[in-house]
């Protein structure tokens, strides 16, 4: 069974920094690329980041490059986001999902619960 | 950037009707479109892959087709338990991997 746990959410003041991290287990994770999607409240889907199986190709929203860094350790099946210069708009839940290919071009068909990020002071 | 403009915003039916949700994209996608169905609480849910390809496991009553950059999800006769936002996903344009904004299904 695929599962994806993140963790590392919380209350970050702006200007801020955070790790969010997913543990992923029940399929062979170097193999597929894998995402993080935010959801602001009341508001709808945007992916922020994704990363290829391998972790040589790494891409970013235009709202959070230079600020956000995603990267993967496939020998702990563990993909992270390091989130620094946090803003109010970063608030959201973030989601970890996993795609269906290796590449990234392809959609998600397994989500994490997500963990909620508020940036605040 | 590749915008996805889904319609309506907000869908009002009855259960058994059908519903036909929208999703068009500012530039060619070729198939690659998703749907995803969100239940309040929940994370999203894979529904269609491909444009009209349907998740394991989902019932025949959803279906999609597209023509060009014009994506449609129907769905027939609905249940209690459709009743959800639905988003629509480009992945052919990517990154960015974008969304459209949801459709709110409600009674």
């Known amino acids: 069974e695929v599962q994806l746990v993140e963790f590392g959410g919380g209350l970050v003041q702006p200007g801020g920094s955070l790790r969010l991290s997913c543990a992923a287990s029940g399929f062979t994770f170097r193999s597929f690329a894998m995402s993080w999607v935010r959801q602001a409240p009341g508001k709808g889907l945007e992916w922020v980041s994704g990363i290829s199986g391998s972790g040589g190709n790494t891409y970013y929203a235009d709202s959070v490059k230079g600020r956000f860094t995603i990267s993967r350790d496939n020998s702990k099946n563990t993909v992270s986001l390091e989130m620094n210069s946090l803003r109010a708009e970063d608030t959201a839940v973030y989601y970890c999902?996993?795609?269906?290919?290796?590449?990234?071009?392809?959609?998600?068909?397994?989500w994490g619960q997500g963990t909620l990020v508020t940036v605040s002071s | 950037e590749t915008v996805l403009t889904q319609s309506p915003a907000t869908l009002s039916v009855s259960p058994g009707e059908r519903a036909t949700l929208s999703c068009r994209a500012s530039q060619s996608v070729g198939s690659s479109l998703a749907w995803y169905q969100q239940k309040p609480g929940q994370t999203p849910r894979l529904l269609i892959y491909s444009a009209s390809t349907r998740a394991t496991g989902l019932p025949d009553r959803f279906s999609a087709s597209w023509s060009g950059t014009e994506f449609t999800l129907t769905i027939s006769s609905l249940q209690s338990e459709d009743f959800a936002v639905y988003y629509c996903q480009q992945y052919n344009n990517w990154p960015p991997g974008t969304f459209g904004q949801g459709t709110k299904l409600e009674i």
């Open positions: 999902g996993k795609h269906t290919g290796y590449t990234g071009y392809d959609p998600f068909d397994y």
